[in-house]
């Protein structure tokens, strides 16, 4: 058991680097701007990475910051936020690892990621309204889970604080946190 409990450590502590590049078409300045390297929350190191466990409307707020002075200014603001990898838009709802294994691991890191503020693709994706819809998506499919897996004698145990405490310590990137919960 306690071998189980490295390898999640292992998995949870594992991080992709990632550049977020404004999209090309929508630059509005003079100048391109730099890429966004997203630092790892928690951490002392330099290098920029993103968590395989979250999911990219959690780790945006200043990618959005950096890169909006770039781009019309009603085009920031009017919530049309979504990311692609070479023309493939890239769902919210699925965490950021599953997304690299996908689509980006034969590609070379950092991975880079093109961040629109127009033309979302309402026949690809699914609007990302707020962290509540993001906290939503993750109890149902931790419901769905835990209904194939103990017939759904889990979840409907857990009080309101437990489920507080599995979205924050995945939204905080916090491995103790979650899974004292999620054992």
């Known amino acids: ?3 189980d409990a490295d390898v999640l450590r292992q998995v949870w502590h594992s991080y992709l680097p990632i550049a977020f590049r404004l999209a090309a078409n929508e630059v509005t300045s003079l100048q391109e701007p730099d890429p966004y390297y997203r630092k790892q929350p928690f951490s002392v190191s330099s290098q920029a990475m993103v ?3 979250t999911y990219f409307p959690l780790v945006l707020e200043k ?3 950096h890169l909006s002075r770039f781009c019309a200014q009603n085009a920031a603001q009017n919530h049309d936020l979504w990311l692609d990898f070479e ?3 890239l769902k919210w ?3 950021v690892g599953v997304l690299y294994d996908l689509l980006g691991a034969d590609s070379c890191l950092p991975w880079t990621l093109s961040v629109h503020f127009e033309g979302f ?3 690809a994706l699914v609007r990302c309204s707020s962290r509540a819809a993001i906290e939503a998506h993750l109890m149902s499919g931790l419901k769905e889970a835990d209904a194939l897996r103990n017939r759904s004698q889990v979840m409907s145990s857990l009080q309101r604080r437990d489920h507080n405490q599995l979205w924050l310590g995945l939204s905080n990137d916090r491995f103790d946190q979650f899974w004292a919960v999620n054992r």
């Open 121 to 123: 693709p309402e026949d």
């Open 87 to 89: 023309g493939t838009p």
């Open 1 to 3: 058991m306690a071998e």
């Open 93 to 95: 709802h699925y965490p």
């Open 51 to 53: 968590s395989r466990m």
């Open 63 to 65: 990618v959005v910051k």
